[in-house]
């Protein structure tokens, strides 16, 4: 039903800085609550960044607080994640994330309570 295409991951320096995208199918992406995640090789799934359906409402983990800026437009079906002065403990496969059950404006930090994810994208910070 919702199909989520990130882009943007690659290789950059340490204090370097990316920009991650999410576009997603569907036209009730506006209603959607949206997250990124990363996960090392070897290592749990970790919540970054959470935005709610409206983007009144963010949150983020405090690894990334100060790093990274969650965003989203709704008319072009698309979540981004800016992250400047990345470190090397940031590299990660990023997944975005969707919730497709109807509620409050607000946002989710737990994996579980997205329904639909992308492939992934690869982002390495080289020291």
């Known amino acids: 039903q919702v199909q989520l295409v990130e882009s943007g991951g690659g290789l950059v320096q340490a204090g370097g800085s990316l920009r991650l995208s999410c576009v997603a199918s569907?036209?009730?992406?506006?209603?959607?609550?949206m997250g990124w995640f990363r996960q090392a090789p070897g290592k749990e799934r970790e919540f970054v960044a959470a935005?709610?359906?409206?983007?009144?409402?963010?949150g983020y983990a405090d690894s990334v607080k100060g790093r990274g800026t969650i965003s989203r437009d709704n008319a072009k079906n698309t979540l981004y994640l800016q992250m400047n002065s990345l470190k090397p403990e940031d590299t990660a496969n990023y997944y975005c994330?969707?919730?497709?059950?109807?509620?409050?404006?607000?946002?989710?930090?737990?994996?579980?309570?997205?329904?639909?994810w992308g492939q992934g994208t690869q982002v390495t910070v080289s020291s």
């Open positions: 994330a969707a919730r497709t059950y109807r509620g409050a404006d607000v946002y989710y930090t737990i994996g579980e309570h997205y329904d639909y």
């Open positions: 569907g036209r009730t992406f506006s209603r959607y609550p």
């Open positions: 935005i709610s359906w409206s983007g009144s409402s963010t």
